[in-house]
């Protein structure tokens, strides 16, 4: 009950912050992410892991479902490099508009820095970007940055950073640059040998040249199977 309370507070606390810090966005959503994830490891060095997500929110409802297939290589015990493919059929309202696909390329760095009993991993990941109703490749690089820290037992507090930089301009990635970041303040806790259950708040904000910023407020959960 005491980690439970702590919990709401902590995610409380931080999305009264970001509220505060950013009275002048013009646009902001409140949405809700689903994930659903399975990974395999397939001898002593591959993992096959496959990942779907779904995204709903206020301003445009059902607008996505998003699946990752990867296969990954372990380098030693703290890296992982991966290649993989995306699906991202896109929706508003639940209609569909057009289908995103992307090769991926990124390498893991798991549990690399202890600091007292938080452990920090990070990610590099590459992307090439297409989609149906325009011409073009789009090139992604994503950073991401995770902060464990132990609750109770397997529980853990899990703070996590992501930005999304564009690399070249097309008819539909129209700024090279950062343009947008991720940050989360999320809880995962083992439901079983295999099972994990996440859930908590995330702040996505979009940087717009010229313009007001936007903001997506985002509670998300996640379950995730480990063979």
Request: net charge positive; charged share 20%; hydrophobic share 40%.
């Amino acid at each position: 009950m005491r980690i439970f309370n702590g919990t709401r507070l902590t995610l409380a606390a931080l999305a009264v912050s970001t509220a505060v810090a950013s009275p002048a966005l013009a646009k902001s959503d409140t949405q809700f992410w689903q994930t659903v994830q399975a990974t395999v490891k397939v001898g002593d060095k591959f993992v096959l892991s496959n990942e779907t997500v779904f995204r709903t929110g206020d301003a445009k409802g059902f607008y996505e479902i998003e699946n990752n297939a990867m296969v990954g290589y372990k380098l030693d015990k703290h890296v992982t490099a991966y290649v993989g493919f995306t699906a991202d059929p896109q929706y508003l309202q639940g209609h569909y508009v057009t289908m995103e696909t992307r090769l991926r390329q990124q390498v893991n760095f798991d549990n690399v820095l202890q600091i007292g009993s938080a452990k920090l991993s990070g990610r590099l990941r590459l992307e090439e970007r297409w989609r149906d109703n325009a011409p073009g490749t789009a090139w992604r690089l994503r950073p991401y940055v995770k902060l464990s820290v132990p609750l109770h037992g397997k529980t853990a507090l899990n703070l996590t950073h992501e930005s999304f930089i564009d690399l070249n301009t097309t008819s539909f990635q129209k700024v090279a640059g950062e343009e947008r970041m991720r940050n989360a303040v999320l809880i995962n806790t083992p439901l079983a040998k295999h099972f994990t259950l996440e859930f908590g708040y995330l702040d996505q904000h979009g940087f717009v040249r010229g313009g007001a910023d936007t903001n997506d407020h985002v509670a998300t959960i996640a379950l995730s199977a480990s063979f």
